[in-house]
């Protein structure tokens, strides 16, 4: 998403092949038979939650609002018509709008969830600037659709459905645009954030060629990320508000 995407880079495209030492993550196809239950424990979506971060950044005050929401966009994979869900995350800094984008995910019948792309609004004084980041499997083919939006041809791993310690992913993979690589650090972890305690979460890092910084994050079974943290910023969930 694009919070991490504008820090970390590029390396090269690999489709939707993991390289792990565990046979968890998968490494073919996907098959998606009720691909909009997504109920991966480490990135569950219920539609109509919405999660209030804070983001700690030296003196300037920011906000992170994720909300899931109840529409549907279908994706062609390879002639598969595959529905997705949106998961809206709008980004403030001291009270000002900076970003909005519009994520998409299915689940694979593993538990396995994929990550279709995002549509990104970049903010300045209250206009639309960019779409820096944009991308989606197919490219733009809705009218709302950024002109210059990246074209993937599949999909890509966002959360493995049994995650463990050792296994490497690629949630945004299309060169020269996005990338990012992430590998399970550490697991059966207790976290305390000001929007509650959590138990057995997973923490993985995040990281690329194109920065030498590197961000952690934090996910807790039933809510999905809670925590975040690269050099100089930290990210917390406060709130959780469910339907």
């Not at 279908?74 to 403030?92: I, K, P, Q, Y």
């Not at 009218?143 to 493995?160: F, L, R």
């Not at 910084?213 to 807790?220: F, G, L, P, S, V």
Request: charged share 25%; net charge negative; proline share 7%.
């Amino acid at each position: 998403m694009t919070r991490t995407k504008n820090i970390l880079g590029t390396i090269a495209a690999v489709g939707l092949v993991a390289v792990s030492i565990h046979a968890d993550v998968p490494v073919g196809p996907p098959t998606f038979t009720d691909p909009l239950t997504i109920d991966n424990p480490y990135h569950p979506f219920v539609v109509g939650r919405m999660k209030f971060f804070e983001i700690r950044q030296g003196h300037t005050d920011g906000e992170v609002v994720d909300t899931y929401l109840p529409e549907v966009r279908v994706f062609d994979v390879d002639g598969t018509m595959v529905s997705t869900r949106a998961l809206e995350e709008m980004e403030l800094e001291d009270g000002e709008l900076v970003e909005i984008s519009h994520n998409y995910f299915a689940q694979a019948d593993d538990g396995t969830v994929y990550y279709f792309g995002e549509v990104v609004d970049i903010y300045e004084d209250g206009m639309v600037v960019s779409h820096d980041g944009s991308w989606l499997v197919g490219g733009p083919t809705m009218p709302g659709d950024p002109a210059d939006t990246a074209d993937a041809e599949e999909p890509t791993i966002y959360m493995p459905g049994n995650p463990e310690v050792g296994d490497v992913f690629f949630p945004e993979d299309l060169l020269p645009y996005v990338y990012e690589s992430d590998e399970i650090v550490k697991v059966e972890k207790n976290v305390s954030v000001p929007g509650g305690h959590f138990e057995d979460c997973i923490v993985t890092e995040e990281s690329s060629v194109l920065s030498e910084d590197t961000e952690m994050k934090w996910y807790a079974p039933g809510m999905g990320v809670i925590k975040g943290k690269e050099s100089g910023e930290i990210l917390v969930l406060v709130d959780v508000v469910d339907p």
